[in-house]
């Protein structure tokens, strides 16, 4: 029985040896192709977009933390000119007129006189009935624990 299909013979001097030595290595795993029969092929990605897509993340969530620390910037700013006014008013208390003993927990009015100088009083802007007797009010406050003033009002 003659076999009908018969196998091509392999002409020895048309191999490429060069072009062979090309596509063997010593560490296959670093082959584009695949090396062995079941072996899978492994298809280079796309730096580019790889790289894009890194960069975008990355500077989104440089801009989320940059955010968050120009809200807490802003929320410190605000604190410390809070403070500032805090201190400033206290002092403006410290050297003021004060005729009685405050009580801590109690509202006071800080009052500027016509000579410049400053009065602490009990009685608010609302109880002189509409003429003040001084120069301006400054500011309501209140006597805390500490014997700091809290500014609740400042005008």
Same mark, same amino acid.
């Given at each position: 029985?003659?076999?009908? *299909?018969?196998?091509?013979?392999?002409?020895?001097?048309?191999?490429?040896?060069?072009?062979?030595?090309?596509?063997?290595?010593?560490?296959?795993?670093?082959?584009?192709?695949? /090396?062995?029969?079941?072996?899978?092929?492994?298809?280079?990605?796309?730096?580019?977009?790889?790289?894009?897509?890194?960069?975008?993340?990355?500077?989104?969530?440089?801009?989320?933390?940059?955010?968050?620390?120009?809200?807490?910037?802003?929320?410190?700013?605000?604190?410390?000119? /809070?403070?500032?006014?805090?201190?400033?008013?206290?002092?403006?208390?410290?050297?003021?007129?004060?005729?009685?003993?405050?009580?801590?927990?109690?509202?006071?009015?800080?009052?500027?006189? *016509?000579?410049? !100088?400053?009065?602490? !009083?009990?009685? !608010?802007?609302?109880?002189?009935?509409?003429?003040?007797?001084?120069?301006?009010?400054?500011?309501?406050?209140?006597?805390?624990?500490? /014997?700091?003033?809290?500014?609740?009002? *400042?005008?």
């Amino acid at each position: 029985m003659v076999d009908s *299909k018969k196998a091509n013979p392999i002409d020895v001097d048309k191999i490429d040896l060069e072009q062979m030595k090309k596509q063997t290595t010593d560490i296959p795993g670093l082959l584009e192709f695949a /090396h062995s029969v079941g072996g899978f092929s492994i298809i280079p990605s796309d730096q580019g977009a790889i790289k894009g897509r890194a960069l975008a993340a990355m500077e989104q969530q440089t801009q989320m933390q940059m955010d968050q620390i120009y809200k807490q910037m802003k929320l410190l700013a605000e604190q410390a000119k /809070h403070l500032q006014t805090r201190a400033d008013i206290s002092l403006q208390i410290y050297n003021a007129v004060i005729g009685f003993e405050p009580i801590i927990g109690q509202e006071y009015y800080l009052y500027e006189r *016509k000579d410049n !100088s400053k009065l602490v !009083s009990m009685v !608010s802007p609302d109880d002189w009935g509409g003429s003040i007797p001084y120069k301006e009010f400054v500011a309501k406050v209140k006597l805390l624990a500490d /014997h700091t003033w809290e500014v609740i009002e *400042k005008d």
